[in-house]
C-alpha cells in the first residue's frame, strides 16, 4: 500500500491571504480601466498603441513556439470532443459556452506558462530589490534586510477597522460579517451555553512589534487606531482577553520575530505560551524534557518577492526550537483533553514541518508542556477570523461533539484579521448523525474510482500566496468503481509553490483517482491552507483523500 503524498520540508510557510470572503483591494484590471475612461489620445496614438499591443502578444507567442511550451492549452474553457458530441438540446450547447471564471482561469495559467515572464521577472524584481529597495504587492522591505508582509503593514496604516463607515462598506462590498467584537462576543456567547470559557489571544502582526524595523521609535507597539478601543469593548462585554502585545514588548532588547518570516522567534513564542499557562491555571510552571534542534530557513515573505531560488540577497535564519516529546514519539493532540486550542499560522510555525522551522516545537505543544496536561487543537495556516470556528461548527453539525468535556477555548489569530477577516456568526448546535450517500472507503483502504467534476473550489496562484501548499475541494458525481455515486474528494492543488494537476481540473471533467479514508490523513494534512465548496450542504459532507492517476 502506497502512503500519501508528503510535502516537500522546505517549503514556503503559510497563512492567510485574502479570501472570497474578504475584499480585496481594486485590481490592476480595474485601475487601468479607470485610467483609459479618463485618457485622451492624440492622433495616432491609439493605432500605435494597437500595433504595438499585438506585436508584443506575437512575440510571447514566438518565445512559447521556440522554447517548445505550451500556448493554447485552455483546460477548462475549450470544451473537450466528448462533451461537444454528448451535446443534445439547446442547454447542453450553451453549457459549451466558456464561463467567465474559466476563461480568467486559463488567463493566470497563461501567465504562469509564459517563459518570458519566468525569465524576465526574477531578474527585474532582482534590480528593484537591490537597487531600489522596492518590495512587491505582497512583500515590503525594511530596514537591515527586515521583511514584512504588506497585509501586516496595511493593518497598522489602514483606515480605522471598527469605523462605521467601514464596517458598513465591507458588509456591502464583501458580504461579510466584519465586525470582530459582535463575532467574538457571539462565540463566548454560545461556549458559554456549554460551561465553557472563551480566551481570546489577539496575536500582533510582525510590525506591531518589530517595527523599528520600518522607523518607528524601537520602544513603541504599533496597532490600527481601532485597536484600543477593539480591546475596551471587548472588556466591556467582560470577554477575556490575552494580549502578547505588552509581553512581547518588553522583551525588545532582542529580536521577537523571524527576519524575513511573518511569524515570531521560537523562545517568543514559548515565553508566551508559559504566560498563557499561568493564565489559565496559576502556579509554578511544569518543567518536562525537550530536545533541542537547530532550523535554518528562509522565510515566507523573501519568497513573496519573486527573485528564484538563486537569491543571494536574503539568506537562511537558524533558530534554536525545542520539541516536545510523548512517550516514544513527539508530542501530538489529544481530543479528550479539557483545553481546546483555535489557531492560525502564529500556532503552527515550529509545529507544522511543512512550514520549513520544524515540527513538534510550536505553541500548542509548547502550551501543553507549561500546563503539565494533554490539549485539543484545529489549527488552519490562514482566516482566523472563522476558518477554526468553521471547522468546530461542521465536526458539531455532523454529531461530532468536539466541545464534549471542555473547560477552555483559547481562540488564536493574527491582528490583520481584525481589519480584513470574515468574524461570521456561527452557531455551535450539536446535530445527528446522518447516514450519507457520499462514497467514504474503510480507514487504510485505499480505492481507485472515476469520476465527473460536478463543482470544484478556487485554487491560488503560486507567488501570490505566502503558504506554499493548498488543498482543494472537488464534487465528484457518476462514479464508477465505489459503493456510492458521489464523494467530496480534497487533493493537494499546489506543492511548494507550484500548481499541481488538480488545479487545472473543472466542472465537466472526467477523471481517475486513488482515493482513501480522510481519517488516514487528517492529522498529517488539515492544518494546511484548503479551500471549500459553496455549497452549504456539501460541506457537511464526509470528505475523502484523492490522488489523482495520469
Known amino acids: 500500500m502506497s502512503k500519501p503524498p508528503t510535502p516537500p520540508e522546505h517549503s514556503l510557510p503559510s497563512y492567510g491571504e485574502p479570501t472570497p470572503e474578504t475584499k480585496r483591494k481594486m485590481s490592476r484590471e480595474d485601475e487601468a480601466e479607470l485610467a483609459l475612461g479618463r485618457t485622451d489620445f492624440s492622433p495616432g496614438a491609439r493605432p500605435l498603441l494597437i500595433v504595438a499591443f499585438l506585436l508584443t502578444i506575437m512575440a510571447v507567442i514566438a518565445a512559447q513556439i521556440v522554447a517548445r511550451q505550451p500556448i493554447f492549452e485552455m483546460p477548462g474553457v475549450l470544451p473537450s470532443a466528448a462533451k461537444i458530441r454528448a451535446a443534445r438540446s439547446a442547454s447542453d450547447f450553451w453549457e459549451l459556452i466558456p464561463k467567465a471564471e474559466h ?3 486559463a488567463e493566470k495559467d497563461l501567465e504562469k506558462q509564459s517563459v518570458i515572464a519566468k525569465a524576465l521577472r526574477p531578474r527585474v524584481q532582482g534590480v528593484l530589490t537591490g537597487m ?4 512587491t504587492e505582497q512583500a515590503s522591505i525594511g530596514r537591515d534586510g527586515w521583511l514584512f508582509y504588506r497585509s501586516d503593514v496595511e493593518y497598522i496604516t489602514g483606515p ?3 469605523d462605521p463607515a467601514r464596517l458598513r462598506q465591507r458588509a456591502h462590498d464583501a458580504h461579510i460579517q466584519p465586525d470582530p467584537v459582535k463575532g467574538i462576543v457571539h462565540f463566548r456567547d454560545q461556549l458559554a451555553k456549554r460551561g465553557i470559557e472563551l480566551i481570546v489571544m489577539p496575536m500582533p502582526v510582525k510590525p506591531c512589534i518589530e517595527g523599528d524595523k520600518l522607523g518607528a521609535r524601537p520602544a513603541t507597539a504599533l496597532h490600527n487606531v481601532s485597536h484600543p478601543e477593539f480591546l475596551a469593548r471587548l472588556a466591556s462585554a467582560k470577554v477575556r482577553v490575552f494580549d502578547p502585545t505588552p509581553l512581547l514588548l518588553a522583551r525588545k532588547t532582542a529580536p521577537q520575530y523571524l527576519e524575513t518570516d511573518t511569524h515570531w522567534r521560537p ?3 514559548e515565553f508566551i505560551a508559559q504566560k498563557l499557562a499561568a493564565k489559565i491555571q496559576p502556579g509554578p510552571a511544569v518543567e518536562t524534557p525537550v530536545t533541542e534542534r537547530q532550523i535554518s530557513a528562509l522565510g515566507d515573505i523573501a519568497g513573496l518577492l519573486g527573485l528564484g531560488e538563486s537569491q543571494q540577497f536574503f539568506r537562511p535564519q537558524t533558530v534554536t526550537i525545542h520539541q516536545v516529546p510523548a512517550g516514544n514519539g513527539l508530542w501530538r493532540p489529544s481530543t479528550d483533553a479539557s483545553v481546546l486550542l483555535l489557531g492560525d499560522s502564529f500556532a503552527n510555525i515550529f509545529s507544522l514541518e511543512a512550514m520549513g522551522w520544524g515540527e513538534a516545537a510550536g505553541f ?15 489549527l488552519r495556516n490562514s482566516d482566523g477570523s472563522f476558518a477554526t470556528r468553521d471547522h468546530l461548527q461542521r465536526e458539531l453539525a455532523r454529531g461530532r461533539d468536539r466541545l464534549a468535556g471542555k473547560k477552555i477555548v483559547v481562540w488564536e489569530f493574527a491582528t490583520r484579521e481584525l481589519a480584513i477577516g470574515d468574524w461570521k456568526l456561527l452557531p455551535l448546535d450539536l446535530g445527528t448523525p446522518q447516514p450519507s450517500k457520499f462514497f467514504n472507503p474503510q480507514p487504510g483502504e485505499w480505492k481507485t474510482v472515476t469520476g465527473t467534476v460536478a463543482a470544484i473550489s478556487s485554487v491560488p496562484r503560486p507567488g501570490t500566496v505566502p503558504y506554499a501548499e493548498h488543498i482543494l475541494t472537488a464534487h465528484l458525481v457518476d462514479i464508477e468503481g465505489a459503493d456510492a455515486t458521489q464523494a467530496l474528494v480534497c487533493t493537494w492543488s499546489m506543492l511548494a509553490q507550484k500548481w499541481t494537476r488538480a488545479a487545472s481540473l473543472r466542472p465537466g471533467d472526467r477523471v481517475k483517482l486513488r482515493v482513501r479514508a480522510w481519517s488516514d490523513v487528517s492529522a498529517q494534512y488539515e492544518k494546511f491552507k484548503s479551500s471549500d465548496l459553496s455549497d452549504a450542504a456539501l460541506q457537511l459532507e464526509e470528505r475523502v483523500w484523492g490522488e489523482m492517476i495520469e
Open 132 to 135: 531600489l529597495h522596492s518590495g
Open 103 to 105: 476563461i480568467k482561469a
Open 267 to 269: 523562545e517568543a513564542m
Open 160 to 162: 480605522a477597522f471598527l
Open 364 to 378: 500548542a505543544e509548547h502550551l501543553s508542556r507549561a500546563l503539565g496536561q494533554p490539549l485539543d487543537c484545529i
